[in-house]
């Protein structure tokens, strides 16, 4: 079955620091799909990002930028020079081609930024 | 455009009551997802639906939960009788399904806050 560990529970950082939230997933399949949500303090769900498993180019969106490594199951979310507004729960998930549509979702990354 | 809505935001109800939540997906969207968000067990799928049937199920937790989707643009999960652990927040979403359901992206709703007194 797919898993997806965010092993940083929660993570403090000072405004303009930059800072990298880890996830690692586990599948079987060799089609799957990755995501980046954001949820903050309001409560609704962001979505971030999506990537295949068949392109691990690295993408980058302004102060955003995400490492997709195969070789290690990672999936790595950076916020460069992060702002107070960054501050917000980030949740990783996969989904798996072969599952029925289950999109698993890691425990989530507590980010505060404080000013 | 109008994202994924849902009503009511907040619901305080107490234990036996009949809750009903209510999801309009994405116009155009072809399938819509019931998630479940506690601190306990984190984010999970309660149900989703493909051009309004349902297709699997497998994550609601038991019979006192059941959901429909009458037509494309409305849906509803049903809890009854509610219960103090169903205290949670549900979220639903929405994926146009173009390239497959996991393919694409699912986009949620603000959730609905529900305590159960």
């Known amino acids: 079955a797919q898993k997806v560990t965010q092993a940083q529970t929660e993570i403090s950082v000072v405004e303009k620091e930059d800072v990298t939230l880890d996830c690692v997933y586990e599948?079987?399949?060799?089609?799957?799909?990755l995501f980046w949500y954001k949820q903050p303090p309001s409560g609704e769900l962001v979505f971030l990002i999506r990537?295949?498993?068949?392109?691990?180019q690295n993408e980058i969106s302004g102060r955003y930028s995400w490492n997709f490594q195969k070789s290690t199951s990672s999936f790595n979310f950076t916020i460069t020079a992060s702002q107070v507004v960054d501050s917000a729960v980030y949740f990783c998930?996969?989904?798996?081609?072969?599952?029925?549509?289950?999109?698993?979702f890691g425990a989530g990354t507590r980010l505060t930024v404080k000013p | 455009d109008a994202g994924v809505i849902q009503s009511p935001r907040h619901e305080v109800t107490e234990m036996g009551q009949e809750v009903t939540l209510r999801c309009k997906p994405i116009?155009?969207?072809?399938?819509l997802f019931w998630y479940r968000q506690t601190m306990m067990r984190g984010l999970e799928l309660l149900i989703y639906?493909?051009?309004?049937?349902?297709?699997?199920d497998s994550g609601m937790p038991e019979d006192r939960f059941s959901a429909k989707m009458p037509n494309a643009s409305f849906s509803t999960l049903k809890i009854q009788p509610s219960e103090p652990r169903d205290s949670a927040v549900y979220f639903c979403?929405?994926?146009?399904?173009?390239?497959?359901?996991?393919?694409?992206?699912?986009?949620f709703g603000p959730g609905t806050r529900l305590t159960v007194l």
């Open positions: 979403a929405s994926s146009s399904g173009l390239a497959g359901p996991r393919e694409d992206t699912q986009y």
């Open positions: 599948t079987r399949d060799t089609t799957y799909y």
């Open positions: 990537r295949n498993s068949f392109d691990e």
């Open positions: 998930a996969l989904s798996e081609r072969g599952n029925n549509n289950d999109m698993r």
């Open positions: 116009s155009g969207h072809d399938y």
């Open positions: 639906f493909n051009n309004n049937v349902p297709i699997d």
